[in-house]
Each structure stands twice: as C-alpha cells, then as structure tokens.
C-alpha cells in the first residue's frame, strides 16, 4: 500500500471528484459501503436499511473519482493497470476501483470505515446474539483462548471483531496488543497497542515474524487470507495467546476448512492437528434480509480420529448434520 498524500490540495480534489452526495454518505455513520456499478448505477448500503439505488454517476465522473484516488496514493491507473486499491486520505476508508478493460465501464466500492464501536451488550440487546453466545465469548477472553470470527462479504466480521477487542481491554488493560492489518479497520483502545499494516513490499507473513519480537501478550491479526494463516497459528501456539482474527467463511465449520486451505498454501497439507490444537473459539455472524446475526459458536477441542472435536453445548444443526464428534 503506498503512503497516503495529505495535502489538502488533493483533498479537496478528491471531496470535489466525490461530489457532495457521496461525501455526506462518508460522513454518515448509517453508511457502511458506496457500490458503483459498470452501468453508472450507484448503491449504497447502510446499517438500518440495507442495500438501495442511489442513482445514478456518469463514467467520466467516476473515472474522475478513481484518478483522484490514484493521485491521492501516489500511484497511478490506465489500461495496463486498471485496479487501484488503498485507504482513502478522507476518513482513511478502504477504496477499490477499476476502469476498463477489466470492466466495461469505471466502478468502485468505498467500504466505509467504522467510526463508532459497538459494545457486545448492544448485539445482544439488538438480538445480533445471544446472552450465552455473549457469555461464551467472555469466558473464552478470560480464559485467554484464541478465537476466529468468520463471515462473509459485508456480514459484520470487523464490527464484532473491534467488540472482542473491546471486552479484551476491559478484561486485560495491562495486555500489550499487536495488531495486524492490510487495510486500518480495527478499532483498539489499548494503552499498550501496536498497530502494523503491510505493505507493496512488507506482507503479512513477514509482519507476523516481527511481531514476535515485538513482546505481545495477544495478537490480532483483521483478516486471514493467505498462507500467512499457518505462521499465525504457530505465533499463537508459541507462548502468544488469548488472540484473535477475522477470515472470510460463511460458517464456523467452513471456516475451519478455510484455515486448512490457506495453511496448505504454506505446508503443502492441511495442518488440521495444529488448527485443532490452536483454534478454542470459531463465532459465526452473517447478514440476514431481517439483519445481522450471530450464526454459531463452537469450541474447538482437538482434531482427532479425523475429525475435529466440539464442545457438545456448542453444537449448531450443520455440525450435527457433519456427524462431528
């Protein structure tokens, strides 16, 4: 990722480039992402409403857009290289844009970072989960287990993750957190954190090998997507835990079998020992057309005979249906 401009010369581009309508939805905390389509239609989805047409960007604005991003990250976007991603320098939202020729027409997707934390009592109140789901959580920060939250695109893994964090700091405020990320989306309110992002040159594997040199007392790594799943476990298995990380799964079981892909990359098999042994909490949340919510919960024993052992009072209707023991 290249070092974002700050210049206000370029902000104001941008904000310009923006135009106002998408520049309030940025500064409404509703908003959780902004979708332009190759067809000029723009959508945007917001936390009480879901996704609905915000009309309608001409191809020339939007590819206006897209360059001013691309000038704000110092980088640059034409036919031969018609993908821009990075942090936008307005609220350091995460940006993607696309021109042809691997779209018809220019598209883009703001995901609006959070500005506002959501406490854990609040999902329960909401109905997001449930006070033993909330429960369970809170036993296993106390009980420093390490714990994977999976979902899929725009289901909520970050929110609930930044939640997590929340309870760890309250738990632990004394805990030094080293956290790990692509793009700044966790929330932390440490006194003692270290924030690490990577970059066009530094990738996750090789921020988790400084991490440990760092003297974390948990690592949180905002999302699991490469081969650098295995170094992760092996940090956590090492001294390190009580951790936490988001992968993109639709269920606590398949997000099981997504660490065993993403360890295979490295190790060439899929480690189930070592994700048995490391992995005690998978929490499942989805989007819903009535809203978000909390889909499982499990507590990974061991993988045995196999198949991975679950706590029985963690038991959902998929793991049942998997005959898991």
């Known amino acids: 990722m290249n070092q974002l401009r700050s210049h206000p010369r370029l902000v104001r581009k941008l904000r310009d480039a923006l135009g106002v309508q ?17 067809d000029k239609k723009l959508f945007i989805e917001r936390l009480s409403h879901g996704i609905a047409l915000a009309g309608e960007m001409s ?14 990250l110092q980088s640059e976007i034409d036919s031969d290289r018609p993908i821009i991603s990075g942090e936008l320098p307005i609220g350091g939202h995460r ?18 970072r959070a500005s506002h934390l959501i406490p854990l009592d609040d999902y329960v109140l909401s109905g997001v989960m ?18 994977i939250i ?18 760890i700091v309250k738990f632990a405020p004394q805990d030094r957190l080293v ?24 990738d996750m594997a090789r921020l988790l090998k400084s991490t440990m040199r760092l003297r974390p007392d948990r690592i949180v790594v905002g999302e699991v997507r490469d081969s650098a799943a295995l170094t992760l476990l092996k940090a956590w298995n090492t001294g390190h835990p009580g951790g936490l990380a988001t992968i993109h799964s639709n269920t606590a079981m ?39 919510r909390v889909r499982d919960v499990i507590r990974v024993e061991r993988f045995a005979s196999g198949h991975y052992e679950i706590d029985s009072d963690q038991f959902t209707e998929e793991q049942e249906a998997c005959h898991v023991a």
């Open 22 to 38: 998408l520049c309030v939805a940025l500064d409404d905390t509703d908003v959780v992402e902004i979708m332009l389509n190759p």
């Open 59 to 72: 191809s020339a604005a939007a590819e206006m857009v897209i360059g001013a991003v691309a000038h704000a």
């Open 95 to 112: 940006f993607e844009g696309l021109l042809p020729p691997v779209v018809a027409k220019p598209a883009f997707t703001i995901r609006r």
């Open 130 to 147: 449930t006070e033993h789901q909330a429960s369970t959580i809170r036993s296993a920060i106390s009980s420093r287990l390490n714990i």
């Open 150 to 167: 999976s979902g899929g695109a725009g289901s909520g893994k970050t929110t609930l993750a930044n939640a997590v964090i929340n309870e």
């Open 179 to 202: 956290i790990l990320e692509d793009t700044a989306e966790i929330q932390c309110a440490a006194d003692n954190a270290v924030l690490l992002h990577t970059s066009d040159t530094i």
């Open 254 to 292: 398949s997000a099981l079998r997504r660490l065993e892909q993403l360890t295979a990359e490295a190790s060439q098999q899929p480690m189930q020992e070592v994700i048995g042994e490391t992995v005690d909490l998978v929490v499942s949340i989805e989007r819903t057309p009535r809203g978000r």
